[in-house]
């Protein structure tokens, strides 16, 4: 069973900057089989929303609402998919999460119900 992990969440100021990692087991990719990892957020009272998604054949996808400050990337050997964020402002304050997806990211940025398992999130806090 596929199972995430995210890490590296915690409190920081605003323009700073945070590393997210989403370690990622239960699943071999054959070369063949599309597999996809991408991060999403929950800010409070909100309903989730996509950030970023990585596909198997390495393409990427952004929201616009994060482009140029927020870069997905990965480890293969780590089996880990990161999340790097820039520029933090107290708006980005949120719960973020990894998913999973059998297939391509495709329009999972714009449609998180595409995902097919997530991990249990990690806080991210951005004060003044």
């Known amino acids: 069973e596929v199972q995430l992990v995210e890490s590296g969440g915690g409190l920081v100021q605003a323009g700073g900057s945070l590393r997210l990692s989403c370690a990622a087991s239960?699943?071999?990719?054959?070369?063949?089989?599309?597999?996809?990892i991408g991060w999403f957020r929950q800010l409070p009272g909100k309903e989730r929303e996509g950030l970023s998604c990585?596909?198997?054949?390495?393409?990427?996808d952004y929201a616009d609402s994060v482009k140029g400050r927020f870069t997905i990337s990965s480890d293969n050997a780590k089996n880990t998919v990161y999340l790097q964020l820039n520029n933090l402002k107290p708006e980005d304050t949120a719960v973020y999460y990894c998913?999973?997806?059998?297939?391509?990211?495709?329009?999972?940025?714009?449609?998180?119900?595409?995902?097919?398992?997530w991990g249990p999130g990690t806080q991210v806090t951005v004060s003044l």
């Open positions: 239960g699943f071999t990719f054959n070369g063949d089989d599309w597999y996809a």
């Open positions: 998913a999973f997806r059998n297939g391509r990211c495709g329009v999972m940025v714009q449609m998180p119900r595409m995902a097919d398992k």
């Open positions: 990585l596909s198997s054949d390495g393409r990427t």
